[in-house]
């Protein structure tokens, strides 16, 4: 897989895409948000991946999106294709089979927040800088509102956006944004270890699991119920379910047959 804005490597069951643009702190330029895109695509049809790491190089995660695109468009219909595209992985994301892991130093701001919030999993590097910056340009973080509204509170949502200030790492942490807090040196061992927690265990059960979270997140109780029972019985007959469950009554390793 070969990209322009990012980097892709894959060690084992664990993939890492790299935003690639250290020089504009990995801004969201239509090439950066195209390849990623397309990197969680096709990194989701690999079966031999079962955890996908997002990070940023150089000093940021990512500051947003490149405004000098800004004046590329006039019409809203021009301005609204061009969003569209930067906020395709956000969907993307919720969309795919595979647990994804955000891995954020330095900023996360607008578009770099939003990803931060659309990621399944966050792990911040201790002075991590994150925010809802686009007001302070005359904008509003209209795409990333719709994952960080799913991952905090009202009040804490709305302060965000309508601020535009920074927050910090720990304020991250503690309002629930993110689930570790980590030094920045240890900041790439800390995501791996955590992502080798995930990849050790059944990939249809961990697959179908996710799948099943984000459909029943918009259910109602009832029939959210219901479709779980549906998705268990279905895991039930599974592979993965046969081996793991051999495995823990004989005391053993299992080893997933997988797809």
Same mark, same amino acid.
């Given at each position: ?45 690999? &079966?031999?991946?079962?955890? $996908? *790491?997002?990070?940023?190089? +150089?000093? #940021?995660?990512?500051? @947003? =999106?490149? /405004? ?26 919720? &969309?795919?089979?595979?647990? $994804? *892991?955000?891995?954020?130093? +330095?900023? #996360?701001?607008?578009? @770099? =927040?939003? /990803? ?144």
């Amino acid at each position: 897989m070969a990209y322009e804005a990012v980097t892709v490597d894959i060690d084992g069951h664990i993939s890492t895409i790299t935003l690639n643009r250290p020089e504009a702190m990995n801004t969201f330029s239509t090439g950066l948000a195209h390849d990623l895109d397309d990197a969680l695509r096709e990194l989701d049809e690999n &079966d031999d991946v079962r955890v $996908v *790491i997002i990070e940023g190089a +150089g000093k #940021a995660f990512s500051a @947003g =999106i490149d /405004l000098t695109e800004h004046g590329d468009f006039d019409t809203q219909r021009e301005f609204k294709r061009w969003v569209r595209q930067m906020e395709k992985p956000f969907q993307t994301l919720v &969309d795919m089979r595979t647990p $994804v *892991i955000a891995a954020a130093h +330095g900023h #996360a701001a607008a578009n @770099g =927040i939003g /990803l931060v919030a659309a990621c399944d999993l966050a792990v911040l590097a201790e002075g991590t800088k994150l925010g809802a910056t686009a007001p302070n340009v005359g904008l509003f973080c209209m795409g990333p509102a719709v994952p960080l509204m799913r991952s905090l509170t009202q009040k804490q949502c709305l302060e965000l956006l309508l601020t535009g200030e920074l927050i910090d790492a720990k304020t991250a942490f503690d309002w629930g944004l993110v689930n570790r807090v980590v030094p920045k040196d240890d900041l790439r061992e800390e995501t791996i270890a955590l992502a080798e927690s995930i990849a050790e265990k059944s990939p249809v059960a961990v697959q179908m699991g996710k799948q099943a979270y984000y459909v029943m997140n918009d259910l109602d109780y009832d029939t959210a119920l219901e479709y779980s029972n549906e998705l268990f019985a279905s895991l039930c007959t599974t592979g993965d379910a046969n081996e793991g469950i051999d495995a823990f009554l004989n005391k053993r390793e299992p080893e997933w047959p997988g797809k």
